[in-house]
């Protein structure tokens, strides 16, 4: 469930980036910049209860603390419209690529609640990493793998993305692409636990089955007791 959530907010990141990147003006792109930040909140709070599940950790002290940071700025970025999340001052990006192609994001310069957010982003990411490194170590290096892969693209991305809009290089935003990957390593890890977990389930119910036939046709009489010699069986 907290996988499927985590897709449907990445879903509505994903189709808040085309809204942006098609702005004429850096006025309604500001607009496409809060909807990005506030479904980035939500993902962010979806994947980090996912991350929890998906590596079994007992302790859920961490990502309750870090889903009520974020829910609360997303709650300030949903409310707000004076400059704590994004300044009126344009920041209006060109971007050269290869064949001659040009890019241009119509933006505004990031408040400091939008700061914030990334700070959390960051926490979120340490602790993934941490609770992939766990489960690798308690033998578990199927499930961990695909995690860990998933969230080293996630920071390549965020990283990315926070190099281009600081200014210190120019490329293309890459973040969204950074999900795309992570849902497509995880549903395939997922999904290769669920089979996985169906051959067992069939396996078991055939060894049940066959030892169900020999014990109600054997000529024998065959019984069961605990310790205290009361029948079980």
């Known amino acids: 469930l907290t996988f499927a959530l985590t897709?449907?907010?990445?879903?509505?990141?994903?189709?808040f980036c085309i809204g942006l990147y098609n702005v004429s003006s850096s006025e309604i792109g500001v607009k496409?910049?809060?909807a990005q930040v506030i479904a980035l909140a939500m993902a962010s709070i979806n994947f980090i209860w996912f991350v929890s599940d998906y590596t079994k950790q007992t302790s859920k002290k961490w990502v309750k603390v870090l889903s009520v940071c974020y829910a609360v700025a997303?709650?300030?970025?949903?409310?707000?419209r004076g400059e704590l999340t994004y300044s009126f001052q344009p920041a209006i990006k060109k971007i050269s690529l290869l064949f001659g192609l040009e890019v241009t994001y119509f933006e505004m310069v990031p408040g400091p609640i939008t700061d914030i957010t990334s700070l959390l982003g960051i926490l979120i990411f340490g602790y993934s990493l941490l609770a992939s490194i766990r489960l690798y170590k308690s033998g578990e290096e199927r499930k961990a793998i695909p995690l860990f892969a998933a969230i080293v693209v996630i920071f390549i991305g965020v990283f990315n993305d926070t190099a281009?809009?600081?200014?210190?290089?120019?490329?293309?935003?890459l973040i969204e692409y950074a999900f795309f990957a992570l849902v497509f390593?995880?549903?395939y890890s997922l999904s290769t636990e669920i089979v996985r977990s169906l051959e067992y389930?069939?396996?078991?119910?055939?060894s049940e089955e066959r030892y169900r036939f020999i014990t109600e046709n054997v000529a024998d009489v065959i019984y069961t007791t605990?310790?205290?010699f009361r029948f079980t069986y």
């Open 201 to 206: 389930r069939e396996a078991l119910q055939k």
């Open 7 to 15: 897709c449907f907010s990445i879903s509505f990141y994903d189709v």
């Open 74 to 80: 997303g709650l300030i970025i949903l409310t707000d």
């Open 185 to 187: 390593v995880m549903a």
């Open 226 to 228: 605990d310790l205290k």
């Open 164 to 173: 281009v809009a600081s200014g210190f290089f120019q490329f293309v935003y």
């Open 32 to 34: 496409w910049q809060r």
